[in-house]
């Protein structure tokens, strides 16, 4: 018989002593920005019903779920995100509070994805919901608030990109096509495959200046001056509201300092059953994935039964770790500590100064192995202490700096 | 500066993929030497390639260990990557075919269909899945797909067909078209957006010559 009790399953890891450190390290600093930007925690179950995640429209599909039963039969899953469970819980335990609603977590979540690049089975997130109002100063606050967390992790290579998926579904309803010749269209705008809009295009004959445009769309990423290549005119009420959105929100960026962090993509179309409105990503050297999305999601809440406009994002921390990796950051060092050992007489009094260096936020260890003085400075050695001390039996101490 | 790093497809791509980059003022000349070098470079333009299996192309290009990618179409929709693909370079035509034997041409909405050969079993999946609706038997082979029908192993395949000729000689035909194949060029999707001018640049020194 095979045996995996030594093993992990495929896709989690153990977290050892430095990385894990490095880690939570990681964590307290985004925690911090969160909560001084008024972003309160929450810590939804890490088990949810299968109900709230799949059914009929599911957002998250079947394949890609850990899914088990409780003891009454019922489907049950390992959250493969934390933006629906915010979302339940605005829409029912949180429904009487005074809105807007600004909710953060840090958790992980769990997905059969695809393994490799830095994406693993169990993950973690941190991300930030700002529940209740849809203008352009909260999709700019989030975009924003995404721009600090990724700032707090010390990244400072990086960039958002920003689209607006009004803009895709207004153009979209101005052509005519049909509903599966409009994914046809996403498929190869989400892809940048011009060749591919051009043949669907012409397939459909959808006239000029549309047509143009469809067709600009896989190139109409970069700097803000790309919108001033679309003429306001040809595009349809829905697509020039879009346009304008994101006028605004790139002027409110602008005004809080952000705008060389951000440039746009108006062929960001992927999730389009989800998002809403405003759509964005971000990217750093040394990973092939974005590190952070989000976007706007004013129908998700109604799924749980009310009406609440919403907007978030959420970053992982893994990929993030792997970034500052693979860009040389270094990670603060933590004090290596003291390591207090004795003469048989001073045990008391080696106790006692061991938690006095404790009670004053130094890293402290009390020799239990009674080693001896060389032993146990090679012990000290080896684990990294920066300073050895030996409790004589007269109360004097010896010091030594390793 | 960063490297771009280009993954190019080992085997009949690969000195039309050096001609197109060369056409694009990047200097293959360390490319071209037979050196048994991994990985080769163009220092001037900060450049560095390598040499892939024509299937890992899309993958090293998804993760963000190479930047571009060359690859054939073929390679793509089997692979399914998260890519973006920015040209289509023209060269190594071909189709995506369903083959199999005279008598079922014009018939293959009369009789069902049990086992499919084939060198792409995700094609073969996806396409009987969604454009047939049927639930087929996959049977992966390596190479000469066209024996499969012949022996009884399965009733069609799926395959490239660049002249026909050898479905000809053995009595087979093409029962329908899945995609027209050709090579591709592909960007990392971070790639794209953090070195943004240096690729589209290069993307355009490309289209130029097509």
């Not at chain 1, 860009?327 to 048989?344: N, P």
């Not at chain 2, 479905?167 to 090579?183: P, Q």
Request: aromatic share 8%.
């Amino acid at each position: 018989m095979r045996r995996w009790n030594i093993y992990t399953p495929e896709g989690v890891q153990d977290i050892l002593f430095e990385s894990c450190s490095q880690k939570r390290v990681l964590e307290s600093k985004i925690r911090k920005a969160f909560k001084l930007n008024g972003y309160k925690e929450i810590e939804p179950p890490t088990i949810e019903f299968y109900d709230t995640f799949g059914g009929e429209r599911g957002l998250i599909s079947q394949e890609s779920m850990y899914k088990f039963c409780d003891s009454k039969g019922r489907l049950l899953v390992l959250r493969p995100d934390l933006t629906v469970p915010v979302a339940r819980i605005a829409a029912t335990k949180l429904k009487d509070e005074v809105l807007p609603l600004k909710c953060c977590y840090i958790g992980n979540t769990f997905s059969f994805d695809e393994l490799g690049g830095g994406r693993q089975h169990e993950f973690t997130q941190a991300g930030c919901e700002l529940l209740g109002i849809n203008s352009p100063e909260a999709d700019a606050e989030v975009v924003a608030m995404a721009i600090e967390t990724i700032r707090a992790t010390g990244i400072d290579e990086f960039q958002i990109d920003i689209g607006q998926v009004g803009f895709f579904k207004g153009l979209m309803e101005e052509s005519g096509l049909s509903e599966d010749e409009i994914e046809e269209v996403r498929e190869f705008i989400d892809q940048k495959n011009l060749v591919g809009v051009e043949q669907v295009m012409d397939r459909h004959q959808v006239k000029n200046p549309l047509k143009r445009i469809i067709l600009d769309l896989p190139k109409l990423f970069g700097s803000k001056d790309i919108l001033q290549e679309i003429k306001y005119e040809d595009i349809g009420k829905v697509a020039t509201k879009a346009i304008e959105n994101i006028k605004e929100v790139l002027d409110i960026l602008e005004d809080r300092n952000l705008s060389q962090y951000v440039s746009l993509d108006l062929g960001m179309v992927q999730s389009l059953n989800y998002y809403t409105g405003i759509v964005f990503r971000g990217y750093t050297y040394g990973v092939g994935f974005p590190i952070l999305s989000g976007g706007r999601y004013d129908k998700l809440v109604a799924k749980f039964g009310r009406d609440c406009e919403a907007t978030g994002f959420s970053l992982g921390i893994n990929m993030v770790m792997m970034a500052l990796e693979r860009q040389k950051k270094q990670f603060e060092q933590e004090s290596a500590g003291v390591f207090v050992t004795y003469e048989k007489n001073a045990r008391k009094l080696a106790g006692d100064y061991c938690r006095q260096l404790i009670a004053n936020d130094c890293i402290a260890e009390l020799d239990i192995m009674q080693l001896g003085m060389e032993e146990s400075k090679k012990y000290a050695t080896a684990k990294g202490f920066s300073k050895f001390v030996c409790i004589k039996n007269d109360g004097s101490r010896e010091e030594i700096t390793l | 500066m960063r490297y771009i790093t280009f993954a190019l497809s080992k085997g009949r791509l690969t000195d039309l993929s050096i001609s197109l980059l060369e056409g694009a003022g990047i200097d293959c000349t360390e490319l071209k030497s037979n050196s048994r070098k991994l990985i080769l470079s163009d220092e001037k333009n900060k450049i560095r390639f390598f040499l892939a299996k024509p299937a890992d192309v899309p993958v090293y290009v998804e993760y963000g260990a190479a930047d571009i990618g060359i690859v054939g179409k073929d390679t793509l929709i089997e692979e399914g990557r998260d890519l973006y693909e920015v040209l289509d370079l023209g060269f190594a035509k071909c189709k995506m075919c369903v083959a199999g034997p005279k008598e079922l041409e014009g018939k293959m909405d009369l009789v069902s269909i049990n086992r499919v050969a084939t060198k792409y079993p995700e094609v073969a999946r996806t396409y009987f899945r969604h454009k047939r609706r049927e639930s087929v038997e996959i049977i992966k082979l390596s190479g000469s797909i066209e024996l499969a029908p012949l022996v009884g192993l399965s009733e069609v395949i799926v395959d490239l067909v660049e002249t026909g000729r050898t479905l000809k000689e053995n009595g087979l035909v093409v029962l329908d078209t899945i995609a027209d194949i050709s090579a591709r060029m592909v960007v990392n999707r971070v790639s794209m957006k953090m070195e943004n001018q240096r690729i589209t640049r290069i993307i355009e020194d490309i289209r130029k010559q097509l």
